[in-house]
């Protein structure tokens, strides 16, 4: 039960975070190459138009090519889980548990300190879980990163709750 995170206060839905299942969550980035690639685009349909027109012009340029088979995107997927380093956006988990209007302020309780950052800049946080395809068992069970990568090299380790305000 260590590893569990509980996220409440001011929000319609209390909710408890286990960062042992995040690695199989399609929203995990890869923490090696987050910070040092530029700025994704949001916009879902733009990227997938894009992609698909890109797709679209190199089959006719240069005919259809056959993707690798399924069985090397596996073991190359399964490779990359166990010695990748991850973390996953703070902002979906913030969308589902519906802060109220009123509140402005994420409380980052660790084992000794408690950190209070805007709501706003608390939807870009990165929550890392993972290290070289292990869990964050020393100083985990999250390492909180922020979204311009200002403390990529100090974390805020030792996460035990989030309280919004």
Partial sequence: ?????????????SITLDPTVWIFDDRKVDLSTYFSSPYKNDNALEEYTKSVSKHW?????????????LKTEKKYEKEKMLTGTFGIPFQPFLKNAQPAEQAVTLIIKTETLAYEIPLELAKDLILGFSDMGKPLTADGPVHI????????????KYVKEFIVK
């Fill in 145 to 156: 990163y922020f979204g311009d990568g200002s403390n990529r090299q100090t974390p805020i």
């Fill in 1 to 13: 039960m260590e590893n569990i995170i509980l996220l409440s206060g001011k929000v319609k839905h």
């Fill in 57 to 69: 012009d190199r089959e006719i340029m240069e005919g259809a090519v056959y993707p690798p088979t």
